[in-house]
């Protein structure tokens, strides 16, 4: 196969190669052909006179194929070509062609697409600037004047002359009209006698004509800017029987039916000038200037007189030109279908020498293919029983691993079963040591600390067998026919005694006394037990547990509602997940309460779900379905099963919330201590116990929650801080962090005291910037000893480092925030040591903390008070000043920041052993002591 593949390569390269070669030939010919876009914008003449220029501009892009020609016509409205332009100059156009309508108005879109560098060709008249490429047309001054001596050399008398005029504005109409007056000036026998406006118009010059038809009688010749004016000078003659003396004259002179020719043909005018229409020219200068070959700018077509001398002429050999261009149009149509067929052709061979070299390819792909097949198939076979081989030995390594887990799994269910035994050895003897006075009076508070977690145990070992069932044989559901309202009222009222005295109310309300439904009395409870323990539980102050019963649609609908803290988006999508634990939950549970909950309504063939919002409560809601359909005939007991005592079921629920209630003892007989320690722990035991251990050595501070511990802490400053991680409201590690980096509180120590023991977390934790992270179960003499070495250390450095206060460039610390407090803290100091009114609220405000954080936190990290710190730097500057200045005593003490110069010197005496002047040397510095 190895050798096979070079072969493969080699041959894909040779047919990739000859497909390349094939296509680029092809590609080469047509980039040779290149496509440009020439834009026509026409807006004068007449309907004739511009189809026969656009026909002019089509014959001759016949010969220029692969042209993309874009055409447009604003029917006399040069607002309406405006825009037409606009839009042909955003289409990337190459050249534009425009026919003005008018001068003035075009003329900026014209200057703008010179501008950007589009060549411009104008035709008949141009735009009132200069910026255009070319123009084609003819001179309409020099046609005036040649219609001016054809007249004059046609008449022997006296001529009264009419002359209709174009469009008024027009440059055409403009410069015809001077050069037809210049032309007629050397005739002296004709005179114009009055002049009208027709613009361009067959009907304008009718309408113009009938209102001065009494001057037309002393009339004898008419001359128009363009034939279709001449026509209707010749219909208002007519009308009036003026057809035989008048002779009339128009411009144009174009072919066809309708044309000037035709009009001189069929005598109804007597002469038109041939003004050229520039279609082909103007085509024909967009290709010299698009393939940059020379061309004129100024491009002036000649004219001449048709009148019935030479119209005869004129229309064969206008009928020879068409006859001609019809030729080559359908030549050129015979050249596009030939180049088809070629096309055709070409690409078929192509094919066929593709084809070709394929057949080749692959004849010697087939026969190296032939001889390679037999070293193929003994290679795929030896495969094939390497492969058989692994997948046994995976099949009896998963039977050996299923195996292992069942034995793991049985192993953890018998452990979890041999825990109900000690258990209730413990529960027994419990009950009755509470039961007696004198060792409840001994040790009540430990009693009944056992007792409550003794309970929480069995509750967590009973969930764990409860979820091994349903795993291993889906926990068989033995439903019978009931009253739930009933049996949901025994759940709630065994928890009304301990909801009473967390101050929740609890609420029953069904819609109806009975409602039968068919369940397991033995495992539907369990649901109830959780929801209810977790909604007390979760209600951080007063509040209410309400619980609704209501049939609709053939279902039971049970509402657990209370008003309590409410959870996250993020949690309720996943508080039905095994092991799942919220980080702000109140409590450190198993984490498959839910789980088995949502299990248990599952077997009920029923629904739960939760409508949460954070701090607004949560609602669970359960959907039973009535009737008994539903369930195998293995799953239904006949007669109706008698629920047990629920007092005593709800028993280990209890106790999980009995402690809520119970107040933290302090003793408020015993003296302050030097030292105060900040406990964070919502379990109200362990918070109780770590506090009663703790008070012997330290003033202890207590919190259950996150928010109260950080208040706590910016008011109390203590001196080191114990906190659990998981906590409602912030973490651990968040309060930590929070602490950390406040100017405030960054100089306290944090110990991390968690149930989370795995490496990972440990790292998170120290991350969090913490001084020691410790897992429980902890030893408290560990625990003691870690707070004890903490503080001793701490204390260590604050002497190192503050052992003789000279100023803040001594003052160095571990933690980049104390040391900035440091620093300010004697920068402020030093500012105002002059000042005898420096106060500690002075200090305070400058800060920006209060009285009792920065008397803790100068404490904590200098050893020292404040009033201390700053006498102590008043008496060294002093010093300072006595052995390097000349100043006086009185000068020293004022500068210095003393009252007086008495208190002063007790002062200095007191610290220094000598008054200021024997410590002052004589004659001159001495060292400084």
Not at 20 to 30: D, Q, R
Not at 416 to 426: A, D, G, I, S
Not at 610 to 626: A, C, D, H, N, Y
């Amino acid at each position: 196969m190895r050798q096979q593949k070079p072969f493969i390569y080699m041959s894909g390269l040779t047919v990739i190669l000859l497909l390349i070669a094939v296509c680029g030939l092809n590609c080469s010919k047509e980039s040779k052909k290149q496509t440009f876009t020439i834009a026509f914008s026409q807006c004068t003449g007449l309907d004739l006179w511009r189809k026969t220029m656009l026909n002019e501009m089509k014959t001759e892009l016949s010969l220029h194929p692969g042209v993309n020609f874009i055409y447009a016509d604003a029917h006399g409205d040069s607002k309406t070509q405006v825009r037409q332009v606009s839009k042909m100059l955003r289409e990337k156009i190459d050249v534009l062609i425009i026919s003005p309508n008018e001068a003035q108005p075009l003329t900026a879109i014209v200057d703008e697409a010179y501008q950007n560098n589009i060549p411009v060709i104008i035709i008949d008249r141009k735009t009132s600037s200069s910026l255009y490429t070319a123009y084609i047309g003819a001179d309409n001054y020099e046609l005036g004047k040649m219609a001016g001596h054809y007249l004059g050399a046609l008449s022997k008398g006296p001529v009264n002359l009419v002359e209709i005029t174009g469009l008024p504005g027009s440059s055409p109409a403009i410069e015809r009209d001077r050069g037809f007056t210049d032309g007629v000036q050397r005739f002296p026998n004709i005179h114009i006698k009055t002049k009208i406006h027709g613009d361009w118009l067959k009907q304008n010059a009718e309408k113009q004509l009938w209102k001065i038809k009494s001057q037309l009688n002393d009339i004898n010749a008419v001359f128009a800017h363009n034939d279709n004016m001449a026509l209707g000078a010749r219909t208002v003659l007519n009308a009036l029987k003026l057809t035989g003396k008048i002779k009339v004259i128009g411009v144009d002179a174009l072919p066809g039916e309708g044309g000037g020719m035709q009009m001189v043909d069929d005598k109804l005018i007597n002469a038109s000038l041939v003004y050229p229409t520039c279609g082909k020219e103007a085509i024909a200068t967009a290709f010299k200037i698009l393939n940059k070959e020379p061309f004129a700018r100024e491009n002036i077509l000649k004219s001449l007189v048709v009148d019935s001398t030479n119209v005869q002429l004129m229309k064969m050999q206008v009928n020879k030109i068409n006859s001609q261009q019809s030729d080559i149009i359908k030549q050129q149509s015979l050249l596009e279908d030939l180049q088809m067929v070629y096309k055709g052709q070409q690409m078929i061979l192509n094919i066929i020498v593709i084809l070709l070299v394929l057949a080749i390819i692959f004849g010697g792909l087939a026969f190296f293919s032939l001889m390679e097949n037999r070293k193929i198939n003994k290679s795929l076979e030896a495969k094939n029983n390497e492969i058989q081989s692994q997948r046994n030995q995976l099949i009896e390594m998963s039977a050996k691993a299923e195996a292992a887990t069942e034995a793991r799994l049985n192993f953890f269910t018998n452990v979890t079963h041999e825990f109900r035994t000690p258990l209730t050895l413990m529960l027994s003897p419990l009950n009755d040591m509470l039961c007696n006075e004198k060792l409840t009076g001994l040790a009540g508070n430990a009693l009944g600390m056992v007792n409550q977690n003794a309970y929480r145990l069995l509750k967590l070992v009973n969930q764990l067998i409860d979820y091994r069932k349903i795993e291993i044989d889906k926990h068989s559901v033995k439903a019978s026919e009931n009253n739930i309202v009933e049996y949901v009222r025994d759940i709630v009222e065994s928890f009304r005694f301990h909801a009473k005295k967390l101050k929740v109310q609890l609420y029953l309300i069904p819609t109806e006394r009975e409602i039968i439904v068919w369940f397991d009395v033995n495992m539907l409870d369990k649901v109830f037990f959780n929801l209810l323990s977790n909604a007390i539980k979760f209600i951080p102050g007063e509040g209410s547990v309400k619980v609704y019963l209501r049939k609709d649609a053939g279902y039971v609908y049970i509402d657990i509602q209370d008003n309590g803290s409410g959870m996250s988006e993020e949690d309720a999508s996943l508080i039905f997940d095994q092991f799942y634990q919220a980080d702000n939950a109140p409590r450190l549970g198993s984490g498959i309460g839910l789980s088995l909950s949502k299990e248990i309504i599952g077997f009920h063939h029923g629904q739960i779900s939760v409508q949460t919002k954070k701090w607004e409560g949560t609602t669970f809601t359960i959907s039973l379905p009535l009737g008994e359909s539903h369930f195998d005939a293995a799953e239904k007991i006949p007669n109706k099963n008698e629920w047990p005592d629920m007092d005593e079921q709800s028993r280990p629920y209890q106790e999980d919330i009995a402690d809520l209630h119970q107040p933290i003892e302090t003793d408020f007989t015993c003296t302050p201590k030097e030292l105060s320690v900040l406990i964070i722990e919502d379990n109200n035991d362990l918070l109780q116990y770590l506090t009663q251990k703790f008070s012997g050595h330290f003033e202890v501070y207590s919190a259950n929650n996150g928010n109260e511990a950080i208040t706590q802490a910016y008011e109390k400053v203590p001196d080191i801080i114990i906190t659990d991680i998981v906590l409602p409201g912030f973490s651990g590690k968040e309060i930590t962090r929070r602490l950390k980096t406040d100017l405030r509180t960054s100089h306290i120590p944090i110990i991390l005291l968690t149930a989370q023991n795995s490496n990972d977390q440990k790292i998170s934790g120290m991350q969090s910037l913490a001084d020691i992270y410790i897992s429980k179960p902890f030893n408290f003499d560990y625990l003691l000893a870690s707070v004890q070495n903490v503080l001793k250390n701490r204390e260590i450095l604050k002497d190192h480092f503050t052992s003789d206060i000279t100023g803040p460039e001594k003052l160095t610390v571990s933690k980049s925030l104390d040391k900035k407090f440091i620093n300010d803290f004697a920068g402020i100091v030093e500012k105002n040591l002059s000042n005898e009114n420096l106060s500690v609220d002075d200090l305070c405000k400058l800060i920006g903390i209060s009285r009792v954080q920065l008397y803790r936190k100068v404490k904590a990290l200098l050893g020292c008070t404040v009033n201390d710190y700053i006498l102590s730097r008043r008496l060294k500057k002093a010093a300072y000043l006595l052995n390097n200045e000349s100043m006086s005593i009185a000068e020293i003490t004022y500068a210095v920041g003393f009252s007086s110069p008495n208190y002063f010197s007790t002062a200095f005496k007191a610290k220094y052993g000598s008054s200021p002047t024997h410590y002052r040397p004589p004659g001159g510095q001495c060292s400084f002591r």
